[in-house]
């Protein structure tokens, strides 16, 4: 280590010397030969001065002065008209060489000029290098200007512009190749057309197929630039760096590929909107939104910024820095305009119809959170991985309060009309297949609804263990939150119908209300996977509920029916044995006919939708009644026979009583004069 620091002192004690004593060019090139072959440690001094001579110095920094001029567009037509890297390749080849030579002489001129200024502050002689140093970084500032011009050139021409919908089926699909079209190239369909197929065949002629690879997460990373053209903007790059002009370099790479990334999210569906704007849409606009967010950010981080740092490793690498800063800086606006949409949606109002798209909102980015804590994994990137993670805990937040909207509907639903025939309440359908759909996302519900954390209110979930303490006991031990949640939630719905059955006058149409709707949420629960959930208990205890209103309700609307056909009141003495009193078993049959008609007035107008339903509980009303009418007819129809207008007193055969059963529970009135004679439905 000394002997060096002995030979840098004697080289530099030489330099002096030479400069002191040389007053001719020939003078100090004679010198510098003589030094050199007197000791061969002083051959290198001509590097160290950086030229052998000030005529060299000249001629050097003139012969590449001339080929960069040449391509200086404030001075050359030809030069603003035309782009080097679209010429010949020797033609850029050529201009590299000279950049780097000035970078040379720029650079050798600076360590003279500082040597000049410490060793040798008074001396004027005839050496000009700071003249020298002045017109090579004038020179180098001219071919950095243009180096900066065509790096922007090749980026914006050389860019590939992707198909959303190709991309949508790489994620969803096993495809091997990807076809792109240049930046050049007109507009490729919108990803909204992807379900339908518009845009097919009606292709570029110079889109390209370029190979997509997948790296070691499984993502998919594509070419975003021409392969061909990368070593290109890796030379330029390195001259840029080389030459401290990183910071222009990383502003025309950003803001170029930075461009091209927001047309890429344009093309997938999103939008530059304001929190505010989001906030104040309409649902059904917010909700295809939505729908497009959650394609577009799949798409975004598994296949674009995975890109986009692929390709930044590949001009950059081994260059500092720059890498990571043009990276962030290209994809920090993207990734920020997906995640405060999904903040916008976070914040907004809870509203039950909201929580299946904030749940598919959530799934995404819950599946995409650790590619993009690897994406953006530099230590500039710390703000965006926490804004991404608080936008996920924010996200499951608003599905919790969502959820618990849902059941604060039900409890508010206080609507005093009844419906119509004692038909299935739109709430019933409301609620059961809301629940339905919640079974695509039992995975995600079980994550944010944990016990521990979630506590039912104890209101929500006593009609459930109340109803269930004969079969269970009250053990709900093994039960999952989620179950407990649900089960809560059907409680909750019948509770809110029992009410809503008190609104009909008719206590027969009540029960025959609850009969309806009770037996569509089982319907419901065994044709899906609530069974599972819920249980064969549930559905046996459910299904008897609905056994015991359609008891209920019979006895309720036949009861008045099937008592006139009871022998009380027709024998003079009020025994069997005694006289039938004519006039009382005519006020009988008049009073069966009355009844029977008002019943059929009704009850045709009421509405069983359940086709099996319907027709177990006509059979079981004609079960009961038609037996009890043909024996009433066997016992009493002989002491009407030759009475006159005994029509009016026996109107109807059991046959005819058994034609109007079958006009029942249809939903629109029936005629006595007209009935629809059915044998079945």
Request: charged share 30%; with cysteine.
């Amino acid at each position: 280590m000394a002997a060096i620091e002995g030979d840098e002192r004697v080289i530099a004690t030489a330099q002096q010397i030479v400069r002191s004593l040389a007053t001719t060019e020939t003078m100090h090139k004679d010198m510098l030969r003589i030094l050199s072959n007197f000791d061969n440690r002083f051959s290198s001094m001509t590097e160290r001065l950086g030229i052998d001579t000030v005529s060299d110095i000249e001629d050097r920094l003139a012969s590449a002065e001339e080929v960069v001029l040449r391509w200086d567009g404030n001075s050359s037509e030809v030069a603003r008209d035309s782009m080097i890297w679209e010429g010949p390749p020797d033609e850029a080849a050529s201009y590299l060489q000279a950049v780097d030579e000035v970078q040379r002489l720029t650079e050798s001129l600076e360590s003279i000029s500082l040597t000049e200024n410490h060793n040798d502050k008074s001396n004027n002689n005839d050496f000009h290098g700071s003249e020298l140093l002045d017109r090579a970084q004038n020179v180098l500032q001219i071919a950095m200007a243009r180096l900066e011009e065509e790096f922007h050139n090749i980026l914006v021409q050389q860019g590939e512009i992707f198909e959303p919908e190709r991309l949508y089926q790489m994620i969803h699909g096993p495809v091997s190749r990807v076809s792109f079209c240049s930046s050049r190239h007109e507009d490729m369909p919108d990803v909204a057309s992807i379900s339908s197929g518009e845009g097919e065949g009606d292709r570029d002629e110079d889109a390209q197929n370029l190979l997509v690879n997948t790296d070691n997460s499984g993502d998919l990373i594509i070419d975003l630039i021409r392969p061909e053209v990368i070593p290109d903007l890796k030379d330029i790059a390195e001259r840029m760096v080389a030459s401290k002009y990183e910071r222009e370099c990383c502003q025309v790479y950003s803001t170029v590929r930075r461009e091209i990334l927001d047309e890429g999210l344009r093309r997938l569906g999103i939008e530059k909107l304001s929190i505010e704007e989001i906030q104040k849409m309409d649902w059904e606009t917010l909700e295809g939104k939505i729908k497009k967010w959650n394609q577009a950010i799949k798409i975004a981080v598994q296949v674009l910024l995975g890109s986009e740092k692929r390709l930044c490793v590949q001009i950059f690498e081994q260059l500092g820095s720059i890498q990571d800063t043009c990276f962030v800086e290209t994809a920090k606006v993207a990734i920020m305009q997906l995640l405060n949409f999904a903040e916008a949606i976070a914040i907004s109002r809870r509203s039950p119809e909201r929580l299946f798209r904030i749940l598919d909102m959530y799934e995404s980015l819950s599946d995409l959170l650790l590619a993009i804590k690897a994406i953006f994994s530099d230590e500039s990137c710390a703000c965006i991985r926490a804004e991404a993670d608080g936008i996920l805990t924010r996200l499951g937040e608003a599905a919790k309060g969502t959820f618990v909207e849902f059941e604060n509907a039900i409890q508010r639903d206080t609507s005093k009309t009844p419906i119509p025939g004692g038909a299935i309440h739109p709430l019933t359908r409301y609620v059961m297949n809301y629940i339905k759909f919640i079974f695509d996302y039992t995975d995600i519900l079980k994550q944010l609804i944990d016990e521990k954390k979630e506590a039912i209110p104890r209101q929500l979930f006593d009609g459930f263990i109340e109803f269930a303490e004969e079969d269970r006991q009250g053990d709900h031990s093994n039960t999952s939150p989620l179950a407990r949640r649900l089960l809560s939630i059907t409680s909750l719905l019948e509770s809110n119908l029992e009410g809503k059955s008190k609104l009909y006058k008719d206590i027969a149409l009540s029960h025959l209300f609850m009969m309806n709707n009770i037996r569509y949420i089982v319907q419901k629960v065994r044709g899906s996977e609530l069974r599972t959930l819920l249980g064969d208990d549930w559905i046996r205890r459910h299904s008897g509920q609905v056994r015991q209103y359609a008891t209920n309700y019979q006895r309720s609307a036949w009861r008045k029916v099937l008592s006139c056909l009871r022998d009380e009141g027709i024998y003079i003495g009020g025994s069997s044995s005694s006289k039938v009193s004519k006039e009382a078993l005519k006020d009988r049959f008049k009073s069966f006919n009355a009844v029977f008609e008002e019943v059929y007035r009704n009850q045709t107008a009421w509405f069983v939708p359940d086709p099996q339903l319907r027709v177990e509980l006509r059979i079981s009303i004609e079960e009961k009644l038609l037996p009890a009418y043909r024996a009433f007819l066997g016992r009493f129809r002989m002491y009407l026979e030759g009475v006159r207008h005994a029509e009016r007193y026996i109107k109807y055969t059991p046959e005819d009583l058994e034609n109007f059963i079958m006009d029942l529970f249809e939903g629109s009135p029936g005629s006595m004069h007209n009935p629809r004679r059915r044998t079945g439905s």
